[in-house]
């Protein structure tokens, strides 16, 4: 289980390594990606570890992209993105993760594009509760609790 996965994104999920997490749910999390397309740039995963996206049982497939539909309409608001794009890959890390990435042009999804971010210098904590508070038209927020009380980097 996470807790003994030496998986990057298990350790996420345990808390075991910082990331600025954006989103939480029972079975899912989603957070900025050290490397990213366009600002914005997110990584929506399950909580639970599986490689491959076409191995996901059908209900847990389902619930995966159900909140991706969730998380994008408050993710373009917040960005003023054209669109929400998204990839599945999983090269660089073997646990199925969903790049949500805020489009404005053709080619933005290349990952020859990714460049590295240090996210608290990029946003710095006062500016990331602009995304923070938005909300998606089912009431989602985008980045609740990244920036709550403890701080930025959840530990
Ligand atoms: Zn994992």
Not at 92 to 121: F, Q, S
Not at 141 to 154: E, F, K
Request: with cysteine; net charge positive.
């Amino acid at each position: 289980m996470a807790g003994q996965s030496p998986c990057i994104f298990c350790k996420i999920v345990a808390h075991r390594f910082p990331a600025t997490i954006v989103y939480e749910d029972s079975d899912h999390l989603a957070f900025f990606p050290r490397e990213h397309l366009n600002p914005g740039h997110l990584l929506l995963i399950p909580k639970h570890h599986i490689d491959y996206l076409f191995d996901m049982s059908a209900h847990s497939y389902l619930a995966l992209w159900a909140t991706v539909a969730k998380l994008a309409p408050g993710l373009q608001s917040v960005t003023s993105a054209k669109r929400v794009g998204v990839a599945v890959e999983g090269f660089a890390v073997p646990h199925v993760h969903v790049h949500m990435v805020p489009l404005y042009a053709r080619e933005e999804l290349n990952p020859a594009r990714a460049t590295l971010k240090d996210w608290p210098a990029v946003y710095g904590r006062r500016s990331v509760p602009n995304l923070a508070v938005s909300r998606t038209p089912s009431g989602v927020a985008v980045l609740p609790r990244a920036l709550d009380g403890a701080g930025y980097l959840r530990r």
